[in-house]
T-cell receptor
Framework: EAGVAQSPRYKIIEKRQSVAFWCNPI?????LYWYQQILGQGPKLLIQ????????DSQLPKDRFSAERLKGVDSTLKIQPAKLEDSAVYLC?????????????FGSGTQLSVL | GIQVEQSPPDLILQEGANSTLRCNFS?????LQWFHQNPWGQLINLFY???GTKQNGRLSATTVATERYSLLYISSSQTTDSGVYFC?????????FGAGTRLTVKP
């Protein structure tokens, strides 16, 4: 079974530029998560989708971050414009969404450096 | 929101030693999972354990939901066990992670 796919693996941009990350969850998984992990910290949830609907985006900085999950499969997370403090690893995870409590499976992440 | 505290923050072991990692949480939860983040950053799901005890090879976990804590046991540690171990908890939404325990196993 293929895992959660993410791209790119690394991205270096200058502040005020835009960047986008892509995620393809495990086939058949209804729930998709985007997490931000700053060096030395645990992952922090940015947004959670159930199929193509948003379940929770309370910690998403909506003035600069946006995310979509068209057709309930792939997802894209965008930052526009980027700030220095956005330097982090952006992790995508998925779960089957069959119940309220599901095992999470993570992709390899995208390491973003904002200069 | 739910607070998650992990201890110890850092742990250094000699290969072959045993260890216990702890996760305390501030409220009732219906989802608790343990993850291992390897030195390359990949997060691997170890256990889904909102209550009770589970074992998988040299690893086992116990969650006492009524007392709001979970323990991860690593026996006969190996260098490949090195990395950061995270506990994550969820009530309804927002799987919240602790700060992790960084484990270093020396040969």
């Amino acid at each position: 079974e293929a895992g959660v796919a993410q791209s790119p693996r690394y991205k270096i941009i200058e502040k005020r530029q835009s960047v986008a990350f892509w995620c393809n969850p495990i086939s058949g998984h209804a729930t998709l998560y985007w997490y931000q992990q700053i060096l030395g910290q645990g992952p922090k949830l940015l947004i959670q989708f159930q199929n193509n609907g948003v379940v929770d985006d309370s910690q998403l900085p909506k003035d600069r971050f946006s995310a979509e999950r068209l057709k309930g499969v792939d997802s894209t997370l965008k930052i526009q414009p980027a700030k220095l403090e956005d330097s982090a690893v952006y992790l995508c995870a998925s779960s089957s969404g069959q119940g309220t409590n599901e095992k999470l499976f993570f992709g390899s992440g995208t390491q973003l450096s904002v200069l | 929101g739910i607070q998650v505290e992990q201890s110890p923050p850092d742990l250094i072991l000699q290969e072959g030693a045993n260890s216990t990692l702890r996760c305390n949480f501030s409220d009732s939860v219906n989802n608790l999972q343990w993850f291992h983040q390897n030195p390359w950053g990949q997060l691997i799901n170890l256990f889904y354990i909102p209550s009770g005890t589970k074992q998988n090879g040299r690893l086992s976990a116990t969650t006492v939901a009524t007392e709001r804590y979970s323990l991860l046991y690593i026996s006969s540690s190996q260098t490949t066990d090195s990395g950061v171990y995270f506990c994550a908890v969820e009530l309804r939404i927002d799987m919240r992670f602790g700060a992790g325990t960084r484990l270093t196993v020396k040969p």
